[in-house]
């Protein structure tokens, strides 16, 4: 597939994104996660609080056609999400869009990006040059920061 394009994200795009994060989450994370696990990290996010991440986050979607791929969301020097719809999974979606929101942060003038990998996403964020950094949360997410180069 060709890139997707890159555009900062709407309070108008709550519904959409949520659902995206829904599939993505239950179709994407098992087996590596169990299903339940899935099911329980899918319904952390409700479309009331999508709405509150689009105000507190920069979040930017991929869009192929006017339909949404995949999505990300940055605050500060951490990376608080990263989304790609099931239908476009194994793409190359996720790694630009990774790419984009650290190519920002560098921007910025931050040094590193940190976030916190679930455990389905960890290999993907180690192939990309991210190093964990501690214990696993007690939410069951693992620590992670790409330094990046000087
Ligand atoms: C993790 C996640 C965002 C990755 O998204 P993705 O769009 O499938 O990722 P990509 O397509 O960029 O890369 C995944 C694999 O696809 C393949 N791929 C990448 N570009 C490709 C292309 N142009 N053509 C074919 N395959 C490609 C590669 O094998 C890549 O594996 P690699 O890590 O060895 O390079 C996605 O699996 C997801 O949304 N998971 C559920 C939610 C989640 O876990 N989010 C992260 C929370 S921390």
Redesign the pocket.
Known sequence: ?ATAPHRLATLDDAAVLFEVRRR??LE??PPVMPVAAAEAWAEQVTLARMEQKLRDLEIWIAEVEGVVA?WGGIRGDCLEA???APE?????????LLGRLEGLMRDREFEAVH????P??LA?YL?RGYRVTGPLTPVGAWPITRQFPG
């Open positions: 597939m993505s989450i994407l994370a995949g990263l989304y790609t476009y999974a194994g793409q190359g979606v996720g790694a630009a976030a916190e990998a679930s389905n996403a993907f192939r």
